[in-house]
């Protein structure tokens, strides 16, 4: 069964520093999806990435950047110089092809709630 | 380009209460829409999701029901509210199959539920 571990409870750092996300996950597809979700403190899922499972090109995308590593089954989030509005709970998630018989289902982590001091 | 609602934002409901929660969707035709709840803990639970109208398929057996009367509406409602019912309900929606990637799920801004 797929499964997706996000092991950092809550992280807590000044602002200006960077900061990483881990990500883990399980699956036996070899066709899959990852994705990272933003949840700020009004409550909306804000989506930030979607990333398929044959393109293990890093993204980057403003302070933003993810590292996908099939080989440690890893999909781990980096802010670069952080700002107190990045402060949010954090989704990682993997929908893959055996969810059911259909890739309707994304399985989530439990979260990672950062906090970004001034 | 599509946006999502839901309402009410907020609601409290005694114990026993009937529950209708709305969500629609504007700027596609024929998505994917889905259910989710979380509870205190941060979890998120897929509830219920709808490839099309009348069609619902639930994933966790429980009080609550879910129905899709418009192509682009889905309600999720209950006959008699639990406490255990509390929490923060989540609407999202994706593309169809017909209509390219199904996997990324857009979601609104959430009903805060809480059951007295």
């Known amino acids: 069964a797929q499964k997706v571990t996000q092991a950092q409870t809550e992280i807590s750092v000044v602002e200006k520093e960077d900061v990483t996300l881990d990500c883990v996950y399980e699956?036996?597809?070899?066709?899959?999806?990852l994705f990272w979700y933003k949840q700020p403190p009004s409550g909306e899922l804000v989506f930030l990435i979607r990333r398929n499972s044959f393109d293990e090109q890093n993204e980057i995308s403003g302070r933003y950047s993810w590292n996908f590593q099939k080989s440690t089954s890893s999909f781990n989030f980096t802010i670069t110089a952080s700002q107190v509005v990045d402060s949010a709970v954090y989704f990682c998630?993997?929908?893959?092809?055996?969810?059911?018989?259909?890739?309707?289902?994304?399985?989530f982590g439990k979260g990672t709630l950062l906090t970004v001091n001034p | 380009s599509q946006t999502i609602h839901q309402w009410p934002a907020t609601l409290v409901q005694p114990v026993g209460s009937p529950l209708s929660l709305e969500c629609t969707v504007e700027?596609?035709?024929?998505?994917?829409l889905y259910w989710y709840r979380q509870a205190a803990g941060r979890g998120l639970q897929l509830l219920f999701y709808?490839?099309?109208?009348?069609?619902i398929s639930s994933e966790v057996p429980q009080n609550l029901s879910a129905s899709r009367p418009q192509d682009r509406q889905f309600i999720l409602s209950s006959k008699k509210l639990l406490l255990s019912d509390s929490g923060f309900y989540l609407c999202a929606w994706s593309l169809s199959w017909t209509s390219g990637s199904t996997d990324t799920q857009y979601f609104g801004p959430g009903t805060r539920l809480t059951v007295l």
């Open positions: 709808s490839v099309g109208i009348g069609q």
């Open positions: 699956t036996r597809d070899t066709t899959y999806y």
């Open positions: 700027g596609t035709s024929n998505p994917n």
């Open positions: 998630a993997l929908s893959d092809r055996r969810s059911g018989g259909s890739n309707y289902k994304l399985t």
